[in-house]
């Protein structure tokens, strides 16, 4: 006895299974016609026949419609005859749709013999051509016997006078062209004049920037120099079964040289350079950036076989390479940017590709207990009037195409001419075009854009590394005249760890117009200082503290400064400062003094410590009281602990809080537990412990304070008398040695510290009653500087 059949088994992943084969596929009866289907030759045949009616009450102004219609039906009889074979069609058509064995019969043994034949005896081609002549030859008789009714004739005479009719209507004619035209070319001109634009074209000796005039990024000019060495020589890769890259995407902070370094590639190669400009393609109508995309790419051909090559440069790329947060995820979406992720040990790559599969599927499901999203409500609708961003309204997948879509033969004659004369066209050129983007939002670039073959190379072009800096202030203040040693630019580069060429060039011009303004031609130091300390914190107010709450804020910004002083390793003070601007009374800043790509959990703590200082420093001054200027402090260590506890493995425990909370451990099965809220526990159990971490760090803070209350005291001193201190400044009062501005020996008298005891003990009491008594500064006087250490 034969097995049955098994069925076929469910996919895990819920696809459908796979079809057995072609047979499966057949349907046992015809699929049903549309009603258009079913009536659209009835109602062309009742509408001939109309015609034909119309054209015998024109041609006899006596003869009214219902005698014309009579005269037609025995006239126009062959219209019938094909009504007649239309209903036979339509009712043939309706039983094999409900009939599998009439279906089966003419599908299998009557037209499936029929197609043996003629599969048998003539190519697809030969069938094809036929097919088309038989159309054309049965349209040419319709039209030939309406027409001949029309003019009273027979049809093969109404068609020999084809072209005499067709001249004698010609001026009607026309002017229905004319008008068509006109309506035509008013769309085609709004949309011609809307799609120019945006592209700046640059030819080779317009280019003067060279590989010379970009500073800091060598690392990045390297590699970039390969593609050139490919763009100028395709044969190289080419002849050995490669193909040359030619896209390249530059990815990094604002004002690091991008492009600037794409200018560099157009000027080394000599070839000219397209820069298109980021807010081309956002346009009011919809397909006019499709109409751009094209017209960009037609451009980019002519000049690529004219000159050889081509570079296209797409600045602020992430405006037209995104099809929105839809696709790519979103803000906190699950979007993978392996290429652009953040430093640190890359711990996806150690685990196997099975783990990688279920953390990847784990990250992909959405926590049962997140509010749904609407799609309603992140749904970007368009319309006629709204192109919509750079990205979207089919732009993108102009661009996607026009990257690596298939490259049609050059000419009309070659594409068109060749084909009537059974020729293949000429394949198309090899069109030398290097595309460069660049963006500072990688993360919201299209996936289908990144792909090798459209963008083979992603570089990142990151904030210069100290040498990198030194060499970009070296380049722009030799442009200048000034009195800059080596040593300080090698300070200046300590000082300014994130400064890119844009930063540093507006820094050397900033500088330049102080030296002016003070009516010198040549840069000092001083200059540079004032420029930064400019830039950094912007213009401060004009605006004077009373003196009791003057110094309050230098007690409150001294206590971080000897807090940092203290216990920051890993960083120096750059600048302190009491002088109020546009979102803060005062500022400690801090800068490392080398570049560090790994943070540590020391680094950390000291961090947190810093921040509670202005807390524990109040309290300690102020009688254990507290101004609401902590709040910004207390904000940063709270968040700081809440990475160390729940992220980092830098608290009492090593689990991640986020992977916890996504995969509710605690809860069996994923369910919720009744009169159990798992996330809270979580919450709460997170918190008791950042609580605890912050206690402990406030604690030595207040030790580490106590420890140095006479620091605090000078410092605050100097503060109020000089408003701004750089870290040299805050070194020599520690020190009580001679600093750039502050003369830090007066505090190693003990006298001059305790009239400072004395001056603070009156501002606390001043504070606390809020009176208005004036507080005299106390002025130091001069003493001999004890050697450096010596405190």
Same mark, same amino acid.
């Given at each position: 006895?034969?097995?049955?059949?098994?069925?076929?088994?469910?996919?895990?992943?819920?696809?459908?299974?796979?079809?057995?084969?072609?047979?499966?596929?057949?349907?046992?009866?015809?699929?049903?016609?549309?009603?258009?289907?079913?009536?659209?030759?009835?109602?062309?045949?009742?509408?001939?026949?109309?015609?034909?009616?119309?054209?015998?009450?024109?041609?006899?102004?006596?003869?009214?419609?219902?005698?014309?219609?009579?005269?037609?039906?025995?006239?126009?009889?062959?219209?019938?005859?094909?009504?007649?074979?239309?209903?036979?069609?339509?009712?043939?058509?309706?039983?094999?749709?409900?009939?599998?064995?009439?279906?089966?019969?003419?599908?299998?043994?009557?037209?499936?013999?029929?197609?043996?034949?003629?599969?048998?005896?003539?190519?697809?081609?030969?069938?094809?051509?036929?097919?088309?002549?038989?159309?054309?030859?049965?349209?040419?008789?319709?039209?030939?016997?309406?027409?001949?009714?029309?003019?009273?004739?027979?049809?093969?005479?109404?068609?020999?006078?084809?072209?005499?009719?067709?001249?004698?209507?010609?001026?009607?004619?026309?002017?229905?062209?004319?008008?068509?035209?006109?309506?035509?070319?008013?769309?085609?001109?709004?949309?011609?004049?809307?799609?120019?634009?945006?592209?700046?074209?640059?030819?080779?000796?317009?280019?003067?920037?060279?590989?010379?005039?970009?500073?800091?990024?060598?690392?990045?000019?390297?590699?970039?120099?390969?593609?050139?060495?490919?763009?100028?020589?395709?044969?190289? &890769?080419?002849? +050995?079964?490669?193909? /040359?890259? %030619? =896209?390249?995407?530059?990815? #990094?902070?604002? @004002?690091?040289?991008? *492009? $600037?370094?794409?200018?560099?590639?157009?000027?080394?190669?000599?070839?000219?350079?397209?820069?298109?400009?980021?807010?081309?393609?956002?346009?009011?109508?919809?397909?006019?950036?499709?109409?751009?995309?094209?017209?960009?790419?037609?451009?980019?051909?002519?000049?690529?076989?004219?000159?050889?090559?081509?570079?296209?440069?797409?600045?602020?790329?992430?405006?037209?390479?995104?099809?929105?947060?839809?696709?790519?995820?979103?803000?906190?979406?699950?979007?993978?940017?392996?290429?652009?992720?953040?430093?640190?040990?890359?711990?996806?790559?150690?685990?196997?590709?099975?783990?990688?599969?279920?953390?990847?599927?784990?990250?992909?499901?959405?926590?049962?207990?997140?509010?749904? &999203?609407?799609? +309603?409500?992140?749904? /970007?609708? %368009? =319309?006629?009037?709204?192109? #919509?961003?750079? @990205?979207?309204?089919? *732009? $993108?997948?102009?661009?996607?195409?026009?990257?690596?879509?298939?490259?049609?033969?050059?000419?009309?004659?070659?594409?068109?001419?060749?084909?009537?004369?059974?020729?293949?066209?000429?394949?198309?050129?090899?069109?030398?075009?290097?595309?460069?983007?660049?963006?500072?939002?990688?993360?919201?670039?299209?996936?289908?854009?990144?792909?090798?073959?459209?963008?083979?190379?992603?570089?990142?072009?990151?904030?210069?590394?100290?040498?990198?800096?030194?060499?970009?202030?070296?380049?722009?203040?030799?442009?200048?005249?000034?009195?800059?040693?080596?040593?300080?630019?090698?300070?200046?580069?300590?000082?300014?760890?994130?400064?890119?060429?844009?930063?540093?060039?507006?820094?050397?011009?900033?500088?330049?117009?102080?030296?002016?303004?003070? =009516?010198?031609?040549?840069?000092?130091?001083?200059?540079?200082?004032?420029?930064?300390?400019?830039?950094?914190?912007?213009?401060?107010?004009?605006?004077?503290?009373?003196?009791?709450?003057?110094?309050?804020?230098?007690?409150?910004?001294?206590?971080?400064?000897?807090?940092?002083?203290?216990?920051?390793?890993?960083?120096?003070?750059?600048?302190?400062?009491?002088?109020?601007?546009?979102?803060?009374?005062?500022?400690?800043?801090?800068?490392?003094?080398?570049?560090?790509?790994?943070?540590?959990?020391?680094?950390?703590?000291?961090?947190?410590?810093?921040?509670?200082?202005?807390?524990?420093?109040?309290?300690?001054?102020?009688?254990?009281?507290?101004?609401?200027?902590?709040?910004?402090?207390?904000?940063?260590?709270?968040?700081?602990?809440?990475?160390?506890?729940?992220?980092?493995?830098?608290?009492?425990?090593?689990?991640?809080?986020?992977?916890?909370?996504?995969?509710?451990?605690?809860?069996?099965?994923?369910?919720?537990?009744?009169?159990?809220?798992?996330?809270?526990?979580?919450?709460?159990?997170?918190?008791?412990?950042?609580?605890?971490?912050?206690?402990?760090?406030?604690?030595?803070?207040?030790?580490?304070?106590?420890?140095?209350?006479?620091?605090?005291?000078?410092?605050?001193?100097?503060?109020?008398?000089?408003?701004?201190?750089?870290?040299?400044?805050?070194?020599?009062?520690?020190?009580?040695?001679?600093?750039?501005?502050?003369?830090?020996?007066?505090?190693?008298?003990?006298?001059?510290?305790?009239?400072?005891?004395?001056?603070?003990?009156?501002?606390?009491?001043?504070?606390?009653?809020?009176?208005?008594?004036?507080?005299?500064?106390?002025?130091?006087?001069?003493?001999?500087?004890?050697?450096?250490?010596?405190?």
């Amino acid at each position: 006895m034969r097995k049955a059949k098994a069925p076929a088994a469910e996919d895990p992943d819920g696809l459908s299974p796979t079809a057995a084969g072609p047979m499966d596929l057949l349907k046992k009866t015809r699929k049903p016609l549309e009603l258009w289907d079913r009536l659209k030759f009835t109602i062309l045949l009742a509408l001939l026949w109309l015609i034909l009616v119309w054209s015998m009450m024109a041609n006899n102004p006596l003869v009214g419609f219902i005698d014309a219609a009579k005269t037609q039906v025995r006239a126009a009889w062959w219209v019938f005859a094909l009504l007649g074979i239309e209903v036979l069609r339509q009712a043939h058509y309706l039983i094999s749709e409900h009939s599998p064995s009439y279906h089966q019969f003419w599908t299998a043994r009557v037209f499936g013999r029929f197609e043996h034949v003629t599969h048998r005896k003539m190519s697809a081609w030969t069938r094809f051509r036929l097919t088309r002549l038989i159309y054309i030859v049965f349209w040419l008789a319709v039209i030939a016997i309406v027409t001949g009714k029309i003019i009273h004739t027979s049809p093969i005479e109404a068609l020999a006078r084809g072209p005499e009719l067709i001249w004698h209507n010609l001026p009607f004619v026309l002017q229905i062209v004319v008008y068509f035209f006109i309506i035509i070319l008013q769309f085609v001109g709004l949309f011609w004049f809307m799609s120019r634009g945006g592209v700046d074209v640059y030819y080779p000796a317009d280019i003067q920037t060279r590989f010379a005039d970009v500073w800091g990024q060598d690392h990045v000019v390297e590699r970039v120099k390969e593609n050139i060495i490919f763009l100028e020589n395709p044969e190289l &890769v080419e002849e +050995r079964g490669g193909y /040359v890259p %030619g =896209g390249v995407l530059l990815w #990094g902070p604002p @004002g690091t040289g991008k *492009t $600037l370094m794409a200018e560099a590639v157009a000027g080394e190669t000599g070839k000219p350079y397209v820069f298109v400009d980021p807010g081309a393609f956002i346009n009011m109508f919809m397909g006019v950036g499709i109409l751009k995309v094209k017209g960009l790419f037609r451009k980019l051909r002519r000049l690529a076989l004219r000159y050889g090559g081509v570079i296209v440069f797409f600045d602020e790329a992430d405006s037209l390479g995104n099809r929105g947060m839809i696709t790519q995820g979103g803000p906190g979406g699950q979007r993978s940017t392996a290429p652009f992720a953040a430093s640190g040990c890359h711990g996806f790559s150690y685990l196997s590709a099975a783990t990688q599969w279920q953390l990847a599927k784990d990250r992909a499901a959405a926590s049962p207990d997140e509010e749904p &999203v609407v799609r +309603r409500s992140k749904q /970007v609708l %368009g =319309g006629m009037m709204n192109g #919509g961003n750079g @990205g979207g309204m089919g *732009t $993108l997948q102009a661009l996607l195409t026009e990257l690596s879509g298939l490259k049609k033969p050059r000419g009309f004659v070659n594409r068109y001419l060749r084909r009537v004369f059974g020729m293949r066209p000429k394949p198309p050129p090899k069109y030398r075009i290097l595309v460069m983007m660049a963006t500072n939002m990688p993360e919201a670039l299209d996936e289908a854009l990144l792909r090798p073959g459209r963008i083979d190379r992603i570089y990142k072009v990151g904030y210069p590394s100290k040498a990198g800096r030194i060499r970009t202030y070296e380049g722009y203040f030799a442009k200048v005249r000034h009195e800059l040693t080596a040593e300080h630019l090698d300070k200046l580069a300590t000082i300014t760890p994130y400064a890119t060429g844009a930063t540093i060039k507006d820094l050397v011009n900033e500088s330049l117009i102080n030296a002016i303004r003070n =009516g010198r031609d040549v840069i000092t130091w001083p200059d540079v200082i004032k420029a930064k300390q400019l830039k950094e914190l912007g213009p401060p107010e004009d605006v004077e503290y009373i003196e009791r709450e003057r110094h309050a804020v230098a007690v409150h910004e001294a206590c971080h400064a000897v807090v940092a002083y203290r216990t920051r390793q890993h960083m120096e003070i750059d600048l302190a400062t009491i002088e109020k601007g546009g979102n803060y009374l005062g500022m400690v800043a801090s800068i490392p003094p080398e570049d560090q790509f790994t943070r540590w959990r020391s680094e950390y703590e000291t961090d947190i410590l810093v921040s509670l200082a202005s807390l524990a420093g109040e309290r300690m001054f102020f009688q254990s009281d507290s101004s609401s200027g902590v709040s910004g402090d207390l904000e940063q260590a709270t968040a700081v602990a809440s990475y160390m506890e729940g992220y980092w493995g830098m608290g009492t425990t090593v689990s991640s809080y986020s992977t916890a909370k996504r995969l509710e451990v605690g809860s069996p099965g994923g369910k919720r537990l009744k009169g159990k809220d798992v996330e809270a526990e979580l919450r709460h159990a997170l918190a008791d412990r950042i609580e605890d971490n912050l206690s402990v760090l406030l604690s030595r803070t207040e030790e580490i304070l106590r420890e140095n209350r006479q620091h605090v005291l000078a410092l605050a001193h100097a503060l109020e008398s000089h408003k701004t201190l750089s870290g040299e400044d805050v070194a020599a009062v520690f020190l009580h040695t001679r600093g750039p501005l502050v003369d830090g020996t007066p505090y190693a008298s003990q006298e001059f510290l305790a009239e400072l005891d004395a001056y603070h003990t009156a501002a606390a009491r001043a504070h606390r009653e809020h009176s208005m008594e004036g507080l005299s500064l106390p002025e130091p006087e001069e003493v001999e500087a004890l050697p450096q250490g010596a405190a």
